[in-house]
């Protein structure tokens, strides 16, 4: 019975017997001394033990077994020499003797001098004969359907690259043993310069192609970060002004301003932040990158990375749960209808009447008397940015009878229906006959207080045949059923007339 020992030699767990490891330890100090003097003696000692660790591999292999031996460890010294065969190697070379033994040669792709993939240096030193014509003949191939290409392709997916010493070794037919390691490295050291100048001009153009376009792309990519830098203060700026603005009209009660009289006065205030917060976080975070890209930074610490983070998921939390909430309130639809009968005239004068409405509140808060008032009138802005939509709709149709009516109808969403029809009941229109004159409100009005779902009111105006409109300028500012456009002519658009087909346009007085 024997004592083995597990040992790590080229990067393989190998099971070895005790003496045999002890000639195997007693071998390797003796070429680790041999070649202790030699500035690169640790990459030749390693290429060394992993062309003896792929021997041990290859015994275990093909012998089925599972330890090595101290006659596998004889048949491997034998195989690679021992220091005093390469000493007298090395003493022969310098009395004119040539080593002109050749080992074992095998198929494989050279890339160190390669073009594309190595197949043509690979098979140049397997045949010894020169890369060139193999290169040639696969150029030649080409004219042939292209088979060239094919038969390029199969060769590199089939032939193995050399990457180790020994498949480097095996590939020009060098001796795989001590001395062919040390000559094979002495050759790359030497032909390094010559390896590289042999591999053409047109990897050389690549190579120099290669550092171009990765300067180019490091400085495209710089210029990237400089706007994205500069672009992106400017907009986190822009949202801490708008941030301000917004709290600046806190004391004017942001609610009664639209847009921000759609969400509700309870949290519009944690809505506006969370929206900042949201949207000013990754801005932060690509300015940042931005900055490491443009100069090279330390990446941010990874507790800010993991707070910003945190920040961010909230903020986007809450903005979602603030949207739904809002777009839970235009749930339901509710409408209510109401309609006036007008003095029959033959012609009627449309126009649009700006003057204010003004309930007795705003009248006390106003104080708005008639002794100082008397003949004077408040009017409406019409462009006014912070106004709500002119949701005021009017149609001008046929009547039945010989009666002139006008019915409005006023619908508003809301969480619910009875919400709805509350909405809807608060608006507030202003429509008035004066002989013939109808004056209509550009607007609708909201009671104080009361948020924006999507209140509309819409005006049918039912008038007998034969009946003149005359449309004042200003109406264009309404929404109209008929198309009030489709008049050729700015006078045109000014006298309709009701017929038998509807509303027709330009007929003369």
Known sequence: ????????????????????????????NEIKLHFSKNADHFEIVTDIENRIAEMFREMLAQQQKQVIGIDDVHAVIAQMGSVKDF?????????????????????????????IAGV?????????????????????????????????????????????????????GQPVNLHGFIRNFEEELAGNQLINRSRGFFVELAEASGRIFRTLGKTFFKIIAAFIIIFGTCFFLGLLVGLAVFFGFWDA????????????DNYLSSMVVAFFVALAVPVIALVLFAIRVAFNTRAINRTVSFALLVIWLGGVMLSIFY?????????????????????????????????????????????????????KVIL?????PFNLPRNVRLNIEKSDNDRVTLTQNNSSHGRNFEVALSHAQNIRYDFSQQDSLLNFSPFLQLNRNTNWRDQEVELTLKVPVGVKLFLKD?????????????????EARKVWVMTEEGLKCGVPN
Not at 94 to 110: A, C, P
Not at 145 to 169: D, E, H, K
């Open 120 to 172: 043509c240096s690979g098979l140049s030193h397997y045949a010894n004969v020169d890369a060139k014509w193999f290169r040639l003949l696969f150029v030649v191939s080409l004219f042939f359907a292209g088979s060239g290409i094919l038969a390029y392709l199969i060769m590199w997916i089939l032939i193995p690259r050399a990457v180790t010493r020994s498949q480097r070794m095996y590939m020009k």
């Open 323 to 375: 949207i739904t909430k809002t777009v839970s309130e235009f749930k339901e639809e509710a409408a209510f209808t109401q309609v006036k009968e007008l003095k029959r005239y033959d012609a009627y004068t449309l126009t649009l009447d700006r003057s204010r409405f003004f309930s007795k509140e705003d009248s006390v808060k106003y104080q708005i008397n008639t002794d100082k008032y008397r003949g």
């Open 87 to 115: 000493e007298s190697a090395d003493e022969a070379e310098e009395s004119g003797y040539e080593d002109t033994i050749s080992g074992v040669k095998k198929l494989y792709r050279d890339t160190d001098e390669a073009y």
């Open 1 to 28: 019975m024997k004592k083995t020992l597990n040992i790590n030699i080229g990067n393989s767990i190998i099971l070895i017997e005790e003496d045999a490891y002890e000639m195997l330890t007693a071998y390797l």
């Open 474 to 490: 200003d109406m264009d500012r309404l929404n109209f059923s008929f198309d009030y456009w489709s008049c050729d002519g700015e």
């Open 380 to 384: 409406n802005d019409m462009d006014d």
């Open 253 to 264: 009660n942001p609610s009664d301003y639209y847009p921000l009289n759609i969400v509700n």
